[in-house]
């Protein structure tokens, strides 16, 4: 693709003409797509992780699973083609003004436009099934008015999702138009369409922020474990903001030209209520997961921690006998230490009175006598834990 000259206009033509005082830029123009790289990076690393420790928790650790489960998987499964899809977008000119796109980019551009539609309504209907089915087996024991409501909202949210898509699949007659404008046909007026997808799903979020809290009020619990509770599903109100934005860019925007730069916004938003999304439903199985597994994370830290410790004490004591001269001791500093502390001898006892403590008798036989014992430490974890071994060298005198 060549560019034109500083100051000449473009070899190419530009997707949109200028406003008044501005030259196009094909080179370096202004663009969103670094912070919109970051932030979708940010999306698929924290949907991925999230999925797959709840995969692992309802699977291998509780072993009780369901369609919940089941439907989470299929949304995140079809948030990595939805990921890609935006991805692509970036080098057609998305997050770019459409006066800074060569006119050549413009059909590819409308394409993902079209792909990222067509995945957007199932993913998303996908995903608030996955929650109203884990909404179900939360908070509705029985078949009440809760069960039923939340299967009517369930039925009505995913009817009206589905319509969607169909009506953006065949948006234009014959379909090829919906990507290039100048194909003859018709096609929807698709401003209209996005806002009031954007009216919908701003409601159907309000409502599933709106539910839980209220279930999570009624509980018989204490305060603070109620405000534990709600605060997993406050991620809801992430959802629910990025609807408020995407409707607000909709509506902002409406009659705009400039669709690489405006639609790219909408679809941004339509990113973030999707994650938020999916967050929601996963995060309800992290706190079993963190049960388990933080009690032994913390054990490892601390047995590497006085494995540090005890090395560094070795090495610091080896450099420190190597600096004077070696001579028998009748008791050791660190014996003197440790005496007031339970310990086990390494082997049996075989002199007759065991209730004198060792360290208070005097061995008939040779001049020096080495004794090993096994200091069991300090608290109840020690004893449950690793051993350690003093060396204990006493200095005796014949009787």
Not at 76 to 92: D, E, G, N, R
Not at 220 to 232: C, E, L, P, T, Y
Not at 304 to 325: F, P, T, V
Request: charged share 15%.
């Amino acid at each position: 693709m060549s560019a034109s000259p500083a100051g000449a206009p473009p070899v190419i033509p530009p997707g949109l003409p200028p406003p008044p005082g501005v030259v196009p830029n094909f080179v370096n123009p202004y663009s969103i797509i670094p912070s919109l790289k970051g932030v979708n990076i940010l999306f698929i690393i924290l949907v991925t992780l999230t999925t797959l420790v709840r995969t692992y928790t309802r699977f291998f650790l509780i072993k009780s699973y369901g369609w919940s489960d089941y439907t989470m998987i299929l949304a995140w499964l079809a948030f990595i083609p939805f990921f890609v899809v935006s991805w692509s977008a970036y080098q057609y000119g998305a997050g770019v003004h459409q006066w800074d796109v060569p006119i050549t980019e413009l059909i590819s551009f409308a394409k993902t436009g079209y792909i990222f539609e067509g995945i957007y309504h199932p993913l998303i209907a996908t995903t608030k099934i996955s929650i109203c089915l884990q909404f179900i087996n939360i908070f509705t024991p029985d078949r009440g008015g809760k069960f039923w409501t939340i299967v009517a909202f369930m039925v009505i949210n995913t009817s009206y999702l589905m319509a969607c898509f169909f009506l953006s699949i065949f948006q234009c007659d014959p379909r090829a138009k919906a990507w290039n404008p100048l194909l003859p046909g018709k096609c929807l007026n698709y401003d209209h369409f996005i806002i009031s997808t954007g009216v919908f799903n701003m409601v159907s979020d309000l409502l599933m922020l709106l539910f839980p809290l209220f279930c999570i009020l009624n509980l018989q619990m204490s305060r603070d474990r109620k405000f534990g509770i709600s605060a997993v599903f406050f991620v809801g109100i992430l959802a629910l903001a990025a609807s408020i934005l995407r409707l607000v860019f909709s509506v902002k925007n409406e009659g705009s030209l400039d669709q690489t730069f405006t639609l790219t916004q909408v679809a941004e938003c339509a990113i973030g209520e999707v994650t938020a999304g999916i967050l929601v439903g996963n995060l309800v199985c992290l706190p079993r997961f963190f049960k388990t597994y933080y009690p032994k994370f913390m054990s490892l830290l601390t047995l590497y921690s006085r494995g540090s410790r005890s090395s560094k004490a070795a090495h610091d004591s080896e450099n420190s006998s190597g600096a004077r001269k070696h001579t028998p001791k009748s008791e050791s500093t660190e014996y003197l230490e440790l005496k007031d502390q339970p310990y086990r001898p390494a082997f049996p006892q075989t002199y007759s009175n065991p209730t004198k403590h060792a360290a208070n008798r005097t061995v008939v036989g040779s001049p020096q006598k080495t004794q090993t014992f096994l200091n069991e430490g300090d608290n109840e974890g020690d004893r449950n834990g690793v051993w350690r071994s003093v060396r204990v060298e006493q200095s005796v005198d014949h009787v």
